[in-house]
């Protein structure tokens, strides 16, 4: 039996936005050494800035020094700029929000992207809440990411949907009850359509 859902958590990197620029080669033409190495170095760099325990761009900056990176700051920071929405999943979401499902934005970002994504691009005029994983100081897969949310709206775990393009975020999520699928924008927003028709929802 499909459930009632009441209540959809939108991932924001590979559900709702994509990439408009090729960030790794940009990272990768400021170092003279292992490009793929200093990309995975700042990756790693952002983990403690994602639950608000650090300033990305000091992580950022310890990388550089590290690296005796000659680039500006701003320069090596701005790949994290280049994304944008899907329409098609905005009006989506649009819609649900009209039938009177609630949606939220449920992502890991630092505050530094959640700058970006809030307030220079409103992101949080598309949702009834926006939950960033520096603000909650938690970070997905981490179930209690989805316990606090699940605190936050008041909604039972059997009536919320999640979508995530990551398999163990998903897990994360199915791990409390949740009802979470697999959802990547590079399968098409026909995808997206469908996958919300399995659970009823009014789209």
Known sequence: MTPSITTVLFDADGVIQRGTQDW??????????????????????????LVGKEEFRDAVAGVMQRWNVQATLEEVLEPWSWFEAEPVVVELIQGLRRAGIQCHLATNQHAYRRAIMNDERSYGG?????????????????????RAILSATGAPASSVLFLDDLEVNVDGARSIGINAEVYDLVTGTDALVDLLRRYDLPV
């Open 126 to 146: 598309w949702f009834d809440q926006s939950f960033y994983s520096c603000d909650l100081g938690l970070r997905k897969p981490d179930p209690e990411y989805f």
């Open 24 to 49: 790794a080669a940009r990272l990768h033409s400021f170092v003279d050494g292992d490009g793929e190495v200093f990309v995975t170095d700042l990756m790693i760099s952002e983990h403690p800035a």
